[in-house]
T-cell receptor
Framework: EAQVTQNPRYLITVTGKKLTVTCSQNMNHEYMSWYRQDPGLGLRQIYYSMNVEVTDKGDVPEGYKVSRKEKRNFPLILESPSPNQTSLYFC??????????????FGPGTRLTVL | QQPVQSPQAVILREGEDAVINCSSSKALYSVHWYRQKHGEAPVFLMILLKGGEQKGHDKISASFNEKKQQSSLYLTASQLSYSGTYFCGTKKYNFNKFYFGSGTKLNVKP
């Protein structure tokens, strides 16, 4: 089944404890992206990648890192999480390298709470 | 940079129509429309790439104006299953970032 998977789905952690949220797609998609969703703010792009080893900042990249070593995987890393990073996170992918040129398929989301 | 989406919320009775608008100050490369049910991932509805384009399926359709600065989503004869939050997503020319509007919460009542 074609899908985007994220793990973990739920995570409660403490300030400063490094964590990684994994994202994987099995559709051979070129473009992958991370978003965070907060009430009243919609989805905001954190980082995106148009190809292996090619990543760039979205609108709210502060406090996050990403890597794209393989086409299928795009992990989101929080080196030192803070309470203002408590949010619902979505990974998405699309076939086209051109962002916005194609359907974005979303993962199921990761609800992160930083105490 | 974020597109302006309106209205913020709509309450409808089954069978009524609704229009959701999404506008930008500059011409857009594309507009996407997504629907999100509470606690779930956004689900793609449609993408518009050309000025003057209109497309749709079932009773949900969308348009993209000639200047490619505004898009509208039309929901006709609404059903209970249409309830959720609708987002437009946009990409501008020469920018690779993707921006979503703040969402329109649609509640269809029996």
């Amino acid at each position: 089944e074609a899908q985007v998977t994220q793990n973990p789905r739920y995570l409660i952690t403490v300030t400063g404890k490094k964590l990684t949220v994994t994202c994987s797609q099995n559709m051979n998609h070129e473009y992958m992206s991370w978003y965070r969703q907060d009430p009243g703010l919609g989805l905001r792009q954190i980082y995106y990648s148009m190809n292996v080893e090619v990543t760039d900042k979205g609108d709210v990249p502060e406090g996050y890192k990403v890597s794209r070593k393989e086409k299928r995987n795009f992990p989101l890393i929080l080196e030192s999480p803070s309470p203002n990073q408590t949010s619902l996170y979505f990974c998405a992918s699309s076939l086209s390298k051109t962002p916005g040129g194609d359907t974005q398929y979303f993962g199921p989301g990761t609800r992160l709470t930083v105490l | 940079q974020q597109p302006v989406q309106s209205p913020q919320a709509v309450i409808l009775r089954e069978g009524e129509d609704a229009v959701i608008n999404c506008s930008s100050s500059k011409a857009l490369y594309s507009v996407h429309w997504y629907r999100q049910k509470h606690g779930e991932a956004p689900v793609f509805l449609m993408i518009l790439l050309k000025g003057g384009e209109q497309k749709g399926h079932d009773k949900i359709s969308a348009s993209f104006n000639e200047k490619k600065q505004q898009s509208s989503l039309y929901l006709t004869a609404s059903q209970l299953s249409y309830s959720g939050t609708y987002f437009c997503g946009t990409k501008k020319y020469n920018f690779n970032k993707f921006y979503f509007g703040s969402g329109t919460k649609l509640n269809v009542k029996p």
